[in-house]
């Protein structure tokens, strides 16, 4: 059983800069695509980005296209997402997630294991 969790969230002002971090147990990280979502207060789960089990491809929503990096240290069992250029819209509680399966996808309900969130919370 595979286990994930956040960390790297807080309060931090428009213009600022975060990177989350989700550390993965019970499986080895590098055999699964990885994504990051969000939950912000009254809307629905939506997808943030995506890589491929080598780290070799990444895919973003148009949202954060250009502001954040998604990236792996599969020595470390570990997925990063540097967010950068904060706006308040980007306030959501943020998932990681695993997908079995060979590879990423945008699609929430394709993903088998989530870990609890980190907040986000950008201050104007």
């Known amino acids: 059983q595979v286990q994930l969790v956040e960390s790297g969230g807080g309060l931090v002002q428009a213009g600022g800069s975060l990177r989350l971090s989700c550390a993965a147990s019970g499986g080895t990280l590098s055999t699964y695509p990885m994504g990051w979502f969000r939950q912000a207060p009254g809307k629905e789960r939506e997808f943030v980005a995506a890589i491929s089990r080598s780290g070799a491809s990444a895919y973003y929503a148009d949202s954060v296209k250009g502001r954040f990096t998604i990236s792996r240290d599969n020595a470390k069992n570990t997925v990063y997402l540097q967010m950068n250029s904060l706006n308040l819209e980007d306030t959501a509680v943020y998932l990681c997630?695993?997908?079995?399966?060979?590879?990423?996808?945008?699609?929430?309900?394709?993903?088998?294991?989530w870990g609890q969130g980190t907040q986000v919370t950008v201050s104007s």
């Open positions: 997630a695993v997908r079995r399966s060979n590879s990423p996808s945008q699609n929430i309900e394709s993903y088998d294991y």
